[in-house]
C-alpha cells in the first residue's frame, strides 16, 4: 500500500500532509510512503530527513499521483478553490483521497471528485467523539487559529497586553473579549490570560461557561437563550436572525468597554452570522483591534474583508485566513499525526478496507464506484437518498 505526499499548491500554504516522524509508524502496517522533492521545505522539513525515515521522494507530481493508492494533502480539491483543480486529471479510479475537501461549501466540486472514481474521505466531518479524538484535525489546526490569532492582535495592538508596575507608574492590562468558544476561541483565552490580558468570553452554548472559567476568564451571560444551542456532534447550531439581532444589541456594549475583540462563531456549511455590526465596531475606542476567524466564511463582523487587514474609524479589523499555515512546522506536524492515524484505520495488513459499519469511515466517506455516498452531505444539498442493489 502506497501513500502519496504531493506538495501543497494553494498559493501561501506551508504546511505538509505527513512529516517526516510519523514514516515509520504507517511503516509498520505495510505502508510505505513516496513524498514529491521539496513537499516539506517550507514547513521546515527537507528530502534528507523524509529519506532517513524511509520515505521515497518522487521529483514529478504526475509521479507520486501514479504511484499512489491513497493520496494524503491539507488543502484538496474543494478547500483549494485556487489551484485545485488542475489535480483532478491526476487522479485514477479507486484511488483514495484523504484531507481537507470543505464538502458542505460547493456540491460541485465534490461532484467532480466522484466522476473520476475516487474514494475521498473529508477530515472536516471527523465525529467528535473520544475514540475520534486522535484523528481530529479540524481542532488541531483550529487550536494554532486561535493561538496566533492573540498573537496578532497583540502585534497591532497600540498597547501591551499585561499590567506592569514600573518606575514610569503602573501600566493597566489589556481587556480582550473572545466570542465563540469552540477549540479556537478557548486556546485563545487561554493565550490571551498567558499574556497578562483581562479576558473575557462569550458563547451562545450555556455549556461551555465551564471551560471559559477553568482558563481564568469571564464568561459573559447576555440575557437572551439559544434554541437548541448545539447539535449532537457539539457544534453551535445556526439561530434565527431574532436571535442574532438581540444578541447584537446585547453584546454592543461589551465590545465597546475592550480593547481586542476575537471572534470565532462558525456554523459548520454555513455563512457565518454577523455578531458585529458597522455601529458595534465603530463604538469601539481608536485602535481597538477586532480579528474575525470567521472570515473565509463571510466573517462575524459586517465590516470584515476576507483575507484583508483594514482600518475603520480608527479599529484594526483582521479578516486573515488560514492562520495555521503561519506556523507551519508544528502545524504540519499536528496535521501529520492526526492523518496517520486515520490512514491506519483505514488500512489492515497491507490492504486498504473502508469499513462503513465503522463510524469514523462511515462519516467522513464522501465518494466512493462514482457516487456521493455521505448521508449528511447528499441531506445538505438535497439529493436523493442511495439506493442500493438490493434495493435499500
Known amino acids: 500500500m502506497i501513500v502519496g505526499v504531493p506538495r501543497e499548491s494553494f498559493p501561501g500554504e506551508r504546511r505538509v500532509a505527513l512529516v517526516p516522524a510519523v514514516i515509520p509508524n504507517l511503516a509498520k ?15 521546515g522539513y527537507t528530502d534528507a530527513e523524509y529519506l532517513a525515515k524511509g520515505a521515497k521522494i518522487l521529483l514529478r507530481r504526475t509521479e507520486v499521483f501514479s504511484a499512489a493508492d491513497i493520496i ?3 488543502l484538496c480539491y474543494g478547500s483549494n478553490d485556487r489551484t485545485g483543480e488542475a489535480d483532478l486529471p491526476l487522479f485514477h479510479r479507486d484511488q483514495v483521497l484523504v484531507g481537507f475537501l470543505r464538502p458542505l461549501g460547493s456540491l460541485q466540486t465534490v461532484q467532480d471528485i466522484a466522476a473520476r472514481g475516487v474514494t475521498s474521505l473529508s477530515i472536516e466531518l471527523m465525529p467528535r467523539t473520544t475514540r475520534a479524538q486522535s484523528m481530529d484535525a479540524l481542532s488541531s489546526m483550529a487550536t494554532i487559529s486561535g493561538y496566533k490569532a492573540v498573537l496578532i492582535a497583540a502585534d497591532t495592538l497600540p498597547k501591551m497586553f499585561p499590567m506592569l508596575t514600573t518606575a514610569a507608574g503602573t501600566i493597566t492590562p489589556a481587556r480582550v ?27 451562545l452554548r450555556p455549556a ?7 482558563l481564568g476568564a469571564r464568561f459573559v451571560e447576555l440575557d437572551i437563550q439559544a434554541k437548541d444551542a448545539q447539535d449532537a456532534r457539539g457544534y453551535a447550531t445556526q439561530q434565527d436572525e431574532a436571535f442574532y439581532r438581540r444578541q447584537r444589541e446585547l453584546l454592543g456594549k461589551v465590545i465597546a468597554e475592550n480593547d481586542v475583540v476575537i471572534t470565532a462563531a462558525v456554523v459548520p456549511g454555513k455563512k457565518s452570522p454577523i455578531l458585529v455590526t458597522k455601529g458595534m465596531a465603530e463604538g469601539m475606542a481608536q485602535g481597538s483591534v477586532l480579528v474575525d476567524l470567521a472570515a473565509e466564511r463571510g466573517g462575524n463582523c459586517e465590516l470584515t474583508q476576507s483575507g484583508e487587514k483594514i482600518v ?24 501529520a499525526k492526526n492523518l496517520a492515524t486515520f490512514v491506519q484505520l483505514l488500512v489492515k495488513d497491507g490492504k486498504l478496507q473502508i469499513n462503513t459499519k ?18 449528511r452531505l447528499r441531506e445538505s444539498f438535497s439529493l436523493p437518498p442511495l439506493v442500493t442493489k438490493e434495493g435499500a
Open 208 to 214: 461551555v461557561k465551564e471551560q471559559v472559567q477553568s
Open 29 to 43: 502496517v505495510g505502508i510505505e510512503v513516496v513524498v514529491e522533492g521539496g513537499a516539506g521545505v517550507e514547513a
Open 72 to 74: 494524503t494533502q491539507v
Open 358 to 375: 465503522d463510524d469514523i469511515i462511515r462519516e467522513t466517506l464522501l465518494t466512493q464506484g462514482g457516487e456521493i455516498v455521505n448521508t
Open 312 to 335: 475603520h474609524n480608527g479599529v484594526t479589523i483582521i479578516g486573515w485566513f488560514n492562520l495555521a499555515s503561519t506556523v507551519p512546522y508544528h502545524a504540519s506536524q499536528m496535521y
Open 177 to 203: 473579549l473572545i466570542i465563540g468558544c469552540g477549540v479556537a476561541g478557548l486556546q485563545a483565552i487561554a493565550t490571551a490570560r498567558r499574556l497578562g490580558a483581562v479576558v473575557s468570553a462569550y458563547d
